[in-house]
Structures are given as C-alpha cells and as structure tokens.
Nanobody, 127 residues
Framework: QVQLVESGGGLVQAGGSLRLSCAASGRSVTSSDMGWFRQGPEKEREFVAGISWRGGSTRYGDSVKGRFTISRDNAKNAVYLQMSSLKHEDTAVYYC????????????????????WGQGTQVTVSS
C-alpha cells in the first residue's frame, strides 16, 4: 500500500503562486508515475499534470499548460506541483495520485490508471 499526503494548499490572490507537495510512504514509488488531479466546486475531477517514473515525460491538462510545472524527487518519494499565474477557476481540491507501474514513455491522464490517492489539499484563488 501507498499512503499519500498533500500539503501546500491555501488561499492566494489571482496572479499569485503556490507550490504543492505530495509525500509518499508505505513503499517506494520510484517505479510508478505520479500525477495531480483537481476537483472544483460542482465540477468533475480533472487531470492537472502527470510525470513518469524517472521524470523524463510530463503531461499537462490544457487549462494549466504554461502555468503549472510538475516535478518529482525520487530520493524523497515525493512529487511537486508549482502553480503560477493562478486564476479563480483554479480553485479546487488538489489530489496527488500514483499509478501501479509506469506507462512510460506516455503519461496517463486517465484517473482509472492511478491506483493510490491522497486526501487532497484545498487551493482557493481569490479574484
């Protein structure tokens, strides 16, 4: 089993930045892809970003391309999401997720491909 704990969420003004972190425990995730999803108020869960097991491949949702950057540190069993130029519509609960194995060279944006999920961290962007 893998336990995931997100941190770094909070309240920020539009145009600002936040960095989310996700720490994995229970077993190493170095052979797995990692991703971020979000669910806003009265919205469906949405893929935000994903990164392959060694970080060689990344993928972003259309709404965050050019503004968000995903990275990982396998030595720390962690994944990060740097969010810049935040917009009100980025307001959501952000979830970290991990696949079983890797889909490299691609990175899946399908939530069903991710086996482990964190509890989420709230990001609120004031307009």
């Amino acid at each position: 089993q893998v336990q995931l704990v997100e941190s770094g969420g909070g309240l920020v003004q539009a145009g600002g930045s936040l960095r989310l972190s996700c720490a994995a425990s229970g077993r190493s995730v170095t052979s797995s892809d990692m991703g971020w999803f979000r669910q806003g108020p009265e919205k469906e869960r949405e893929f935000v970003a994903g990164i392959s097991w060694r970080g060689g491949s990344t993928r972003y949702g259309d709404s965050v391309k050019g503004r968000f950057t995903i990275s990982r540190d396998n030595a720390k069993n962690a994944v990060y999401l740097q969010m810049s130029s935040l917009k009100h519509e980025d307001t959501a609960v952000y979830y970290c997720a991990v696949t079983r194995g890797t889909r490299w060279p691609t990175v899946s944006q399908d939530a069903n491909q991710y086996a482990y999920w964190g509890q989420g961290t709230q990001v609120t962007v004031s307009s």
